[in-house]
């Protein structure tokens, strides 16, 4: 059975910081691209940020700087750290695993909220 569990969500105020995790069970881990995802009330859900098996990595353009995204393969954990948070940053964010070799299996967390506000 495939898990995504996301955690580390909150209210925070503008500046300030959170580390989201998401933590994966059920398939294998080192073999996905991990992914953050955000969807914003009335926004179509976007990609964040994604890191590759292999550890590439790359981010919208809003959260460069800002945002960091990183995987532990051995706790089949992965990470996004993020930093100088904005209203506009304010959103459900969810943690997405895709298949490397066939982009078509992919799995999705069930989303933890994110809120920004002073």
């Known amino acids: 059975q495939v898990v995504l569990v996301e955690s580390g969500g909150g209210l925070v105020q503008p500046g300030g910081s959170l580390r989201l995790s998401c933590a994966a069970s059920?398939?294998?881990?080192?073999?996905?691209?991990m992914g953050w995802y955000r969807q914003a009330p009335g926004k179509q859900r976007e990609l964040v940020a994604g890191i590759t098996s292999r550890g590439s990595t790359n981010y919208i353009n809003s959260v460069k700087g800002r945002f960091t995204i990183s995987r532990d393969n051995a706790k089949k954990t992965v990470y996004l750290q993020m930093n100088s948070l904005k209203a506009e940053d304010t959103a459900v964010y969810y943690c997405n695993a895709k298949f490397e070799v066939s982009a078509t299996l992919e799995y999705w967390g069930q989303g933890t909220q994110v809120t920004v506000s002073s």
């Open positions: 059920g398939f294998t881990f080192n073999s996905y691209t």
